[in-house]
């Protein structure tokens, strides 16, 4: 299963994101859907997660400033990031983990990564 994500770039202190992956293969399902974020020098940390019936978690560093969703007919997902501020730079990352069709009544799990999109919150 790959994942492709969008929407990165260069926004000012203040201004608002939207995120987007989507899940590419012949999936079964997907448990859980995330995003995580990395900085130089620094371990890659969740920033929020929507599980298959929608639950949801966000870093407290993101609380109250991001919405996730997806669309599981789609199979695309969705960081919508609000007030954005010069902390939240970082590469962000897709993550997916569920199970695809591996061949006649057979399914196999997978856990896939999207390639990271750079967000850069700067004045």
């Known amino acids: 299963v790959q994942l492709q994500a969008s929407g990165g770039g260069l926004v000012q202190p203040g201004e608002s994101l939207r995120l987007s992956c989507e899940a590419i293969?012949?999936?079964?399902?997907?448990?859980?859907m995330a995003w995580y974020r990395q900085v130089p020098g620094k371990k890659r940390e969740l920033t929020a997660i929507?599980?298959?019936?929608?639950?949801?978690n966000y870093a407290a560093s993101i609380l109250g400033r991001a919405t996730i969703s997806r669309d599981n007919a789609k199979n695309t997902m969705s960081l919508q990031l609000d007030n954005l501020k010069p902390e939240d730079t970082a590469v962000y990352y897709c993550?997916?983990?569920?199970?695809?069709?591996?061949?006649?009544?057979?399914?196999?799990?997978?856990?896939?990564w999207g390639r990271g999109t750079l967000v850069t919150v700067s004045s």
């Open positions: 993550n997916a983990r569920g199970w695809y069709i591996s061949g006649p009544n057979r399914q196999t799990n997978f856990d896939s």
């Open positions: 293969g012949n999936i079964y399902n997907m448990n859980s």
């Open positions: 929507i599980r298959e019936e929608g639950e949801t």
